[in-house]
């Protein structure tokens, strides 16, 4: 195995050990990034120089004796939506592509706390919009299981980008999906926090009641370590919640017994790819094996869930994006008359066809006349939603199912069909409705070699047992330590 396809756990070893630097582990890194990324394009810009500065100055720390956080000089990728200071981000948007923040977000400060070397930013959907990361107004990302595929979106660059072995671990954000669903079409771990879990103080929102901040990384144990580092409150995010964060690696590898698995029959239903059961069902006996019971369990209102997303996302888009005007900061209209003539143009120019969709609907679905019959009604059934979870949970520990009801789809297959790509994240958009924590592990291949995931729901800040849970199929096979070849 080459240097740059291990874990992040084999790598602190390697570090600790000093069998290699952090200085020849970056190197490494960009080297992979410049042999690779020129058919994966995962990365918007690489901070090539500055990487370099900040693993010597870890082993530096190292050589003096001084204490090390517990990232210790492992390469990171930041998606493209969370404030770097100094560093241009532009959630992959024409509207933002000269904006450089004058600011760490929470995540980037606690990341730079813990002596990581943040390496570059990702690609992704723009503002997160997208389940492809074909809508990125720079370029498109491929999968590195297959170029001519889709990596999943909107964190896409995220998840290709530690696929490919150009970073052992990556961050990334998940709204409705966007995290478990690339990581399940990449063959990799990705982890949605509860919500509340991770400050969202300097990510970019996108919809504010159900964005979240998430790791990715080649295994269980690799996310946890990311975990261990973000999470925690923050008084700056009105909604991070004050739980204390457990110590998520240190009981990881002891298997949760009792287990009870639920098995929703809404995730088995009309549109899910044969080989994709297949897997899932084989995991369910990898489990049974272990002694768990896995028995089926009812989400009802999960049917809605698409529909009540698309209303509660676009109409928190509709607000959320208003701010980007041409007049603050950002990209203006270079031609205008008067000024409501430059916002309109500065939006229409700035904003790619797939953001303007959803402001269109979110400002349709606040509007006078329609706010009762069709917001009201989501945020209702949104509640529902959340108490068929509240019910299931109260008879199993963790909800399993595919994390998307199909492989890796070809690049271009579903632009023109804006609802076959918002149904991509079925599987997953209810939990970000409900505010739980989810996680989509690696499971199997499809035929023509295609990564498979399963997902594992949890109910809220029980990200412990979550992990524990995956880890115990993760020992039990080695579908974690395929690496695709470039």
């Given at each position: 195995m080459e240097?740059?396809?291990?874990?992040?756990?084999?790598?602190?070893?390697?570090?600790?050990?000093?069998?290699?630097?952090?200085?020849?582990?970056?190197?490494?890194?960009?080297?992979?990034?410049?042999?690779?990324?020129?058919?994966?394009?995962?990365?918007?810009?690489?901070?090539?120089?500055?990487?370099?500065?900040?693993?010597?100055?870890?082993?530096?720390?190292?050589?003096?004796?001084?204490?090390?956080?517990?990232?210790?000089?492992?390469?990171?990728?930041?998606?493209?939506?969370?404030?770097?200071?100094?560093?241009?981000?532009?959630?992959?948007?024409?509207?933002?592509?000269?904006?450089?923040?004058?600011?760490?977000?929470?995540?980037?400060?606690?990341?730079?706390?813990?002596?990581?070397?943040?390496?570059?930013?990702?690609?992704?959907?723009?503002?997160?919009?997208?389940?492809?990361?074909?809508?990125?107004?720079?370029?498109?990302t491929?999968?590195?299981?297959?170029?001519?595929r889709t990596p999943g979106g909107s964190s896409g660059g995220s998840a290709a980008a530690v696929a490919a072995c150009e970073v052992p671990l990556s961050i990334g954000s998940d709204t409705g999906g966007s995290i478990r669903q690339p990581a399940s079409l990449c063959g990799i771990v990705g982890l949605k926090p509860t919500y509340g879990r991770v400050s969202r103080y300097g990510l970019v929102a996108f919809a504010s009641s159900l964005d979240q901040v998430g790791p990715f990384g080649h295994e269980v144990y690799d996310v946890a370590l990311l975990m261990e580092v973000i999470a925690g409150h923050d008084k700056r995010d009105s909604t991070s919640v004050p739980e204390p964060v457990p110590p998520y690696r240190e009981k990881l590898e002891e298997p949760v017994r009792p287990l009870t698995i639920g098995v929703a029959c809404e995730y088995f239903g009309e549109g899910l790819d044969a080989?994709?059961?297949?897997?899932?069902?084989?995991?369910?006996?990898?489990?049974?094996?272990l002694g768990a019971t896995v028995r089926d369990v009812s989400l009802p209102h999960s049917k809605y869930a698409v529909a009540t997303y698309y209303i509660v996302a676009t109409a928190e888009a509709s607000s959320n994006l208003a701010r980007y005007d041409g007049v603050h900061y950002g990209y203006r209209a270079k031609k205008f008359d008067n000024m409501i003539h430059m916002y309109s143009r500065t939006r229409g120019e700035g904003f790619g066809p797939e953001v303007k969709r959803r402001i269109m609907l979110g400002t349709y679905v606040?509007?006078?006349?329609?706010?009762?019959?069709?917001?009201?009604?989501?945020?209702?059934?949104?509640?529902?939603?959340?108490?068929?979870?509240?019910?299931?949970?109260?008879?199993?520990?963790?909800?399993?199912?595919?994390?998307?009801?199909?492989?890796?789809?070809?690049?271009?297959?579903?632009v023109a069909d804006p609802?076959?790509?918002?149904?991509?994240?079925?599987?997953?958009?209810?939990?970000n409705l409900a505010g739980i924590a989810g996680i989509s592990i690696p499971c199997g291949f499809t035929k023509s070699g295609l990564p498979i995931g399963l997902q594992l729901l949890a109910p809220p800040f029980a990200e412990e047992k979550l992990l524990r849970i995956a880890r115990m199929y993760e020992r039990e096979t080695d579908w974690h330590q395929q690496r695709p070849r470039l």
């Open positions: 240097l740059i396809e291990h874990s992040a756990r084999d790598l602190l070893g390697l570090l600790d050990r000093g069998e290699i630097t952090c200085e020849e582990l970056t190197t490494a890194y960009l080297e992979a990034i410049r042999q690779r990324d020129t058919k994966v394009q995962a990365f918007v810009s690489v901070q090539a120089a500055d990487a370099l500065e900040q693993a010597r100055r870890v082993d530096e720390k190292r050589r003096r004796g001084q204490p090390l956080g517990k990232l210790a000089g492992l390469p990171v990728a930041i998606k493209d939506v969370l404030c770097t200071q100094g560093v241009p981000t532009t959630c992959c948007s024409k509207i933002l592509q000269n904006f450089i923040p004058p600011y760490d977000a929470h995540v980037i400060e606690r990341l730079k706390q813990e002596d990581a070397v943040l390496i570059g930013k990702t690609n992704m959907d723009e503002f997160a919009m997208g389940s492809s990361t074909e809508n990125s107004a720079f370029q498109i491929r999968n590195p299981w297959d170029l001519e080989e994709v059961e297949r897997a899932v069902r084989e995991a369910l006996e990898v489990y049974r094996r606040l509007s006078r006349g329609y706010y009762e019959a069709y917001y009201l009604k989501a945020l209702k059934v949104r509640r529902l939603i959340k108490e068929d979870f509240d019910k299931a949970f109260a008879e199993c520990d963790v909800i399993a199912g595919p994390t998307s009801p199909t492989p890796a789809f070809k690049i271009g297959e579903r609802l076959a790509m918002y149904l991509s994240d079925i599987y997953t958009i209810s939990c």
